[in-house]
């Protein structure tokens, strides 16, 4: 019975505490400030570059036929 409490304790002071440290105290007034200009040309992700690496593979497994 003790334990059950004292997790009953911890878990509502680890919500606490996640709670209060989620919250936005000192939120700055006004419009957010912009940030920087993107960098010219297309972006390249994760996914473009699997699909390059996945082009790649096929075509030098189809030339190798």
Do not use: C, E, R
Request: charged letters at 10%; a positive charge.
């Amino acid at each position: 019975m003790p334990n059950k409490i004292k997790l009953f304790i911890f878990t509502f002071l680890l919500i606490g505490a996640v709670s209060i440290a989620q919250t936005n105290i000192d939120a700055p007034d006004g419009p957010p400030l912009p940030g920087a200009p993107n960098p010219p040309g297309l972006p390249i992700d994760g996914g473009l570059v699997i699909l390059m690496a996945a082009g790649a593979y096929y075509g030098v497994k189809k030339s190798i036929k």
